[in-house]
């Protein structure tokens, strides 16, 4: 037999409390602006709104990025790096950053860092798949070459430095000399 327990509805929220949300998000999560307020829109649709102003999530986010508790651009950066580390490709890094609400002029450093870093991201890529110079024995068919190839693309890189890696024989790194 189970007991059913009734948990009494949350009041809804006004300016303090959608302040301690706000903080308690920033302070737990690396986040962006338009992420903060997504979360912040989220938690007011379940719970309701109870406060004075009429939309109080855009001026709150805007005042959050000036104390520096939510910034894009560094957001943008540790991204990143993150994905350039784990071997993803500049569109791919984009990809990332579009997706994350960050805005075009504080993203530009970010994917400038990561072109910087495609050759190498690319490689890193190909060994931890184990395809290309890191593969065990050459692409036996057409078919085997086109699926590293087509790995390589889906994480962003392009498609000479994609061919080129692919068509590196096991054991022979190649080196972006002449790219």
Known sequence: MTQKTHKKPRPPLVEASLERLALHYVERYATTRAKLGAYLLRKIAERGWAGAAADPVPPLVERFA???????????????????????????????LRAAGVEEADAEPAREEAREGAWEAALRFAQKRRIGPYAAQPPSDRAAREKGIAAMLRAGHGLDHAR?????????????DGY
């Open 164 to 176: 080129r890696i692919i068509n590196a024989c096991p054991g022979e790194i190649p080196e972006l």
């Open 66 to 96: 000036a104390l520096n508790y939510v910034d894009d651009r560094a957001f943008a950066s540790a991204r990143a790096a993150s994905l350039t580390r784990r071997g993803y490709g500049v569109r791919r890094v984009g990809q990332a």
